[in-house]
């Protein structure tokens, strides 16, 4: 498979995990909004804050409303992690590659992007957030099933599958986060029921709360922890994403499990390792915040390896379109 | 539906005939067109638009502002043409594309067209179209123009004349492919009942002619699409033919030469790439051998073409027999190499580097339709009666100033065809583009595209200045 192919379905697919990621965010927000008796800002910074992008967020809009903080994550053309500037860019990069993917996944990629773009898309999000950030995610899924569902489990298939796992494990330890910069505000909500519907919180920002109750019941700080980092099986769980990853590295090297042949394998070869052995103790111990920025690091230390191994091209000009156009038509 | 008070207005019509009536092959679709309730049409054209949209067939248009994406309008009443016709219309498009090969081969190898003074050797050697590159090179198989998109135009009197011969890329395919998918959609009863030739095994055909290229050597040859990049206006369509025919798509900086062999930058490091059809122009092609500045190519695959390492698709230098001068010698060309009469009458064509012709053209510029010889798209062309007086002086002064490169035609009273406009039917000016496979035999398209002029009155049919598309049926005997 072509190299530049390979990065381009790689982002595509990021890109689209990150948009879901947002939306879904967005959307246990609001309805977290609802239960606590928090002050709007309180209630919608942290949104911005795990993004890391609150600097930039605080220069151009201010003030944390909730319609701010879902206009900016949302729709904002020139916050390059704004669910539409992740559509536009997961398209574009699926418009690059029609070749490789299927059609179906190309269609429904499009169709997303052109919903975002009416202007009745962003009434809609401010009248009914549940609706609109539902609707995005489903149409994320989708792509998501369709990739499943349509693409032979080809190297394209597994670049594909690598982007989101990536961006997904991160987004997770993101999630886990926010919980981080909702506390501290005010410590002594910890036992109380709102502590609890925090946490819940948490496990529905990464559609976990069913499954997580399967396996717990009872919501525990720990037992969050352990299910959403370390649990081997479910799929957004850090430990899962990583550990799929590496597969999806070792059938495209053709290299086997256990070992590596590439900078990308030992990585997150690495990682998963250090994952298999954790315990969620020395987690709060170490603190989960920094144990989470610690995570995070590794993973964009594996992406970086992933574009190193794979993608590098010898430098090459960009390429932009000049308006005394090099063509020709016929 | 209005059909029923459809007017021809004085032109040749292709579905009515001078009295306005259907002509047999277009009255069952006007049939049904004129049984349907009011709106039934305009919803199914709104329906065909959503698709377009939906499947993202787009061309990208820039300007000095702003760069857009535009779906290529689509107009759901087909044009449609008498298996008769067609197959004057498809012998005579072999013909002329097997004297054109005949005569590129000619034109860089024995010159003995020169020689025997058939064209005029300055008129060939001064054509920027022509390659000094390739003298002494023979294609694989002697073929030059793999693929063409032959313009055809009927005036009014009927006769169907060739326009031009595009040979170097050209475009469109991609349209009929999906124009015919939508219209299958749009109007499945008439498909049931009508017999129209099939078009949908270009791709296959297409594969098949570039796979036929390959080195002989080659046991499995790896075929794939050269195009400049997301940023070109057929963009879509060098994606689609790719995506259609299962190979990769490249662009230059994803090809590298290494000791004369051509290969792709793979996640498994190099793989050699043994046919490549190219959508670049030959003048980007190769920066090593043509323009310098270039940064699409691929800088030594000229050293591996001539080596015979890659097959190129069509074959650099094979501009030199669409340019428009050139094409005034097409029926010579054809009674040269072939001893035939063209089946396919050329539009009487006026060289401006020929003193007695260019002195015509001046003095009727208000009646002709003037066109730089190496260009398309509809650019750099002047249609006299419909320019205003400052815009016929600025080109009489283009032409006194570089003769070699303009020539004129008649204007042609284009031929019409019902179209959908703002939910009513009017008609509308039209050409034909089929496309031509030089394999064994060579394959014409049954069809090809059907571009429409859509503003009222307007000659000019290309994307680029407010064109559009139908589907085009060739109806089975």
Same mark, same amino acid.
């Given at each position: 498979?072509?190299?530049?192919?390979?990065?381009?379905?790689?982002?595509?697919?990021?890109?689209?995990?990150?948009?879901?990621?947002?939306?879904?965010?967005?959307?246990?927000?609001?309805?977290?909004?609802?239960?606590?008796?928090?002050?709007?800002?309180?209630?919608?910074?942290?949104?911005?804050?795990?993004?890391?992008?609150?600097?930039?967020?605080?220069?151009?809009?201010?003030?944390?409303?909730?319609?701010?903080?879902?206009?900016?994550?949302?729709?904002?053309?020139?916050?390059?992690?704004?669910?539409?500037?992740?559509?536009?860019?997961?398209?574009?990069?699926?418009?690059?590659?029609?070749?490789?993917?299927?059609?179906?996944?190309?269609?429904?990629?499009?169709?997303?992007?052109?919903?975002?773009?009416?202007?009745?898309?962003?009434?809609?999000?401010?009248?009914?957030?549940?609706?609109?950030?539902?609707?995005?995610?489903?149409?994320?899924?989708?792509?998501?099933?369709?990739?499943?569902?349509?693409?032979?489990?080809?190297?394209?298939?597994?670049?594909?599958?690598?982007?989101?796992?990536?961006?997904?494990?991160?987004?997770?330890?993101?999630?886990?986060?926010?919980?981080?910069?909702?506390?501290?505000?005010?410590?002594?909500?910890?036992?109380?029921?709102?502590?609890?519907?925090?946490?819940?919180?948490?496990?529905?920002?990464?559609?976990?709360?069913?499954?997580?109750?399967?396996?717990?019941?009872?919501?525990?700080?720990?037992?969050?922890?352990?299910?959403?980092?370390?649990?081997?099986?479910?799929?957004?769980?850090?430990?899962?994403?990583?550990?799929?990853?590496?597969?999806?590295?070792?059938?495209?090297?053709?290299?086997?499990?256990?070992?590596?042949?590439?900078?990308?394998?030992?990585?997150?070869?690495?990682?998963?390792?250090?994952?298999?052995?954790?315990?969620?103790?020395?987690?709060?111990?170490?603190?989960?915040?920094?144990?989470?920025?610690?995570?995070?690091?590794?993973?964009?230390?594996?992406?970086?390896?992933?574009?190193?191994?794979?993608?590098?091209?010898?430098?090459?000009?960009?390429?932009?379109?000049?308006?005394?156009?090099?063509?020709?038509?016929? | 539906?209005?059909?029923?008070?459809?007017?021809?207005?004085?032109?040749?019509?292709?579905?009515?005939?001078?009295?306005?009536?259907?002509?047999?092959?277009?009255?069952?679709?006007?049939?049904?067109?004129?049984?349907? &309730? +009011?709106?039934?049409?305009?919803?199914?054209? *709104?329906?065909? #638009?959503? $698709?377009?949209?939906?499947? !993202?067939?787009?061309?990208?248009?820039?300007?000095?502002?702003?760069?857009?994406?535009?779906?290529?309008?689509?107009?759901?009443?087909?044009?449609?043409?008498?298996?008769?016709?067609?197959?004057?219309?498809?012998?005579?498009?072999?013909?002329?594309?097997?004297?054109?090969?005949?005569?590129?081969?000619?034109?860089?190898?024995?010159?003995?067209?020169?020689?025997?003074?058939?064209?005029?050797?300055?008129?060939?050697?001064?054509?920027?179209?022509?390659?000094?590159?390739?003298?002494?090179?023979? &294609? +694989?198989?002697?073929?030059?123009?793999?693929? *063409?998109?032959? #313009?055809? $135009?009927?005036?009014?009197? !009927?006769?169907?004349?060739?326009?031009?011969?595009?040979?170097?890329?050209?475009?469109?395919?991609?349209?009929?492919?999906?124009?015919?998918?939508?219209?299958?959609?749009?109007?499945?009863?008439?498909?049931?009942?009508?017999?129209?030739?099939?078009?949908?095994?270009?791709?296959?055909?297409?594969?098949?002619?570039?796979?036929?290229?390959?080195?002989?050597?080659?046991?499995?040859?790896?075929?794939?699409?050269?195009?400049?990049?997301?940023?070109?206006?057929?963009?879509?369509?060098?994606?689609?033919?790719?995506?259609?025919?299962?190979?990769?798509?490249?662009?230059?900086?994803?090809?590298?030469?290494?000791?004369?062999?051509?290969?792709?930058?793979?996640?498994?490091?190099?793989?050699?790439?043994?046919?490549?059809?190219?959508?670049?122009?030959?003048?980007?092609?190769?920066?090593?051998?043509?323009?310098?500045?270039?940064?699409?190519?691929?800088?030594?695959?000229?050293?591996?073409?001539?080596?015979?390492?890659?097959?190129?698709?069509?074959?650099?230098?094979?501009?030199?027999?669409?340019?428009?001068?050139?094409?005034?010698?097409?029926?010579?060309?054809?009674?040269?190499?072939?001893?035939?009469?063209?089946?396919?009458?050329?539009?009487?064509?006026?060289?401006?580097?020929?003193?007695?012709?260019?002195?015509?053209?001046?003095?009727?510029?208000?009646?002709?339709?003037?066109?730089?010889?190496?260009?398309?798209?509809?650019?750099?062309?002047?249609?006299?009666?419909?320019?205003?007086?400052?815009?016929?002086?600025?080109?009489?002064?283009?032409?006194?100033?570089?003769?070699?490169?303009?020539?004129?035609?008649?204007?042609?009273?284009?031929?019409?065809?019902?179209?959908?406009?703002?939910?009513?039917?009017?008609?509308?000016?039209?050409?034909?583009?089929?496309?031509?496979?030089?394999?064994?035999?060579?394959?014409?398209?049954?069809?090809?595209?059907?571009?429409?002029?859509?503003?009222?009155?307007?000659?000019?049919?290309?994307?680029?200045?407010?064109?559009?598309?139908?589907?085009?049926?060739?109806?089975?005997?």
């Amino acid at each position: 498979m072509l190299s530049r192919v390979a990065f381009t379905t790689y982002w595509m697919s990021r890109f689209m995990e990150r948009a879901e990621n947002v939306a879904r965010f967005i959307n246990v927000n609001h309805h977290l909004a609802l239960d606590l008796p928090l002050d709007e800002e309180t209630q919608w910074g942290p949104l911005v804050t795990v993004t890391g992008d609150w600097e930039e967020f605080r220069r151009r809009y201010g003030y944390a409303s909730q319609e701010n903080v879902i206009q900016f994550l949302t729709f904002d053309p020139d916050y390059p992690n704004s669910i539409y500037s992740c559509i536009r860019q997961a398209r574009e990069n699926a418009r690059t590659v029609r070749e490789a993917i299927s059609s179906e996944l190309w269609e429904v990629l499009n169709q997303l992007y052109l919903d975002l773009q009416e202007t009745a898309a962003q009434e809609r999000a401010i009248a009914s957030p549940h609706d609109f950030f539902e609707e995005v995610r489903r149409e994320c899924s989708l792509f998501t099933g369709l990739a499943v569902n349509t693409m032979t489990r080809n190297e394209a298939w597994h670049f594909i599958r690598l982007g989101q796992l990536l961006e997904r494990a991160d987004k997770t330890s993101r999630m886990l986060d926010v919980k981080y910069f909702l506390l501290l505000p005010e410590p002594n909500y910890v036992g109380t029921p709102y502590d609890s519907i925090q946490w819940s919180a948490v496990l529905k920002s990464t559609s976990a709360l069913e499954m997580y109750r399967l396996s717990y019941q009872r919501i525990s700080p720990t037992d969050v922890v352990q299910f959403l980092v370390l649990n081997p099986e479910f799929p957004r769980a850090i430990r899962y994403c990583v550990a799929h990853a590496e597969t999806c590295l070792h059938k495209i090297s053709g290299s086997q499990p256990g070992s590596y042949c590439n900078p990308a394998e030992q990585a997150l070869g690495r990682l998963r390792a250090q994952l298999d052995f954790a315990d969620t103790r020395e987690m709060f111990e170490h603190g989960l915040h920094e144990y989470l920025d610690d995570l995070q690091l590794k993973l964009n230390r594996a992406g970086d390896s992933v574009y190193d191994t794979f993608f590098a091209l010898p430098a090459v000009e960009p390429l932009v379109p000049s308006h005394s156009s090099q063509f020709q038509y016929q | 539906m209005e059909l029923a008070t459809y007017e021809t207005e004085g032109f040749f019509d292709e579905l009515f005939t001078a009295s306005g009536q259907p002509r047999s092959i277009a009255q069952p679709l006007i049939e049904r067109i004129n049984q349907m &309730p +009011p709106g039934e049409m305009r919803r199914r054209q *709104t329906a065909a #638009d959503r $698709v377009l949209y939906q499947m !993202g067939i787009t061309f990208t248009v820039y300007n000095e502002e702003r760069t857009t994406e535009r779906v290529l309008p689509f107009d759901i009443i087909p044009r449609m043409i008498e298996a008769r016709d067609w197959v004057r219309i498809e012998s005579g498009l072999r013909q002329r594309i097997e004297a054109l090969n005949l005569f590129i081969q000619d034109v860089y190898n024995d010159q003995k067209i020169l020689k025997d003074g058939v064209i005029p050797t300055e008129l060939v050697l001064s054509s920027a179209a022509y390659r000094p590159q390739c003298v002494g090179f023979t &294609p +694989p198989k002697g073929i030059w123009c793999h693929i *063409t998109g032959t #313009d055809l $135009v009927r005036d009014g009197d !009927g006769v169907l004349y060739v326009l031009e011969d595009n040979m170097r890329c050209p475009s469109g395919v991609s349209y009929v492919l999906e124009n015919r998918q939508i219209l299958k959609r749009t109007f499945p009863g008439a498909f049931s009942t009508m017999k129209i030739q099939p078009v949908d095994d270009y791709p296959d055909r297409l594969f098949e002619t570039l796979v036929s290229l390959a080195p002989t050597h080659v046991d499995a040859p790896s075929v794939a699409v050269l195009t400049p990049g997301i940023f070109n206006s057929a963009y879509f369509e060098h994606s689609y033919l790719a995506k259609q025919m299962g190979v990769e798509l490249v662009e230059g900086h994803d090809l590298i030469v290494k000791d004369d062999w051509v290969f792709m930058r793979t996640t498994r490091g190099l793989e050699r790439v043994d046919v490549i059809y190219r959508r670049i122009d030959d003048d980007f092609l190769d920066p090593k051998s043509f323009r310098p500045d270039s940064l699409l190519g691929v800088p030594g695959i000229m050293d591996a073409y001539k080596k015979g390492r890659v097959a190129l698709a069509n074959a650099p230098g094979t501009g030199i027999a669409d340019d428009k001068a050139i094409y005034a010698y097409v029926h010579k060309i054809i009674k040269y190499y072939l001893d035939q009469d063209a089946i396919l009458p050329n539009v009487p064509t006026y060289l401006c580097s020929d003193p007695k012709d260019r002195e015509y053209v001046l003095a009727n510029l208000d009646k002709l339709v003037v066109k730089a010889v190496n260009e398309s798209g509809g650019y750099g062309m002047l249609v006299g009666p419909h320019a205003t007086q400052e815009e016929r002086a600025v080109f009489a002064e283009k032409i006194k100033g570089a003769p070699r490169n303009f020539i004129a035609q008649p204007t042609l009273s284009l031929s019409r065809a019902p179209t959908l406009v703002n939910g009513h039917i009017e008609g509308r000016h039209v050409d034909l583009r089929p496309y031509i496979l030089y394999s064994n035999p060579i394959y014409v398209m049954p069809g090809g595209l059907t571009r429409v002029a859509l503003r009222k009155g307007s000659l000019v049919v290309n994307s680029s200045q407010g064109g559009g598309s139908k589907d085009t049926w060739v109806l089975q005997d």
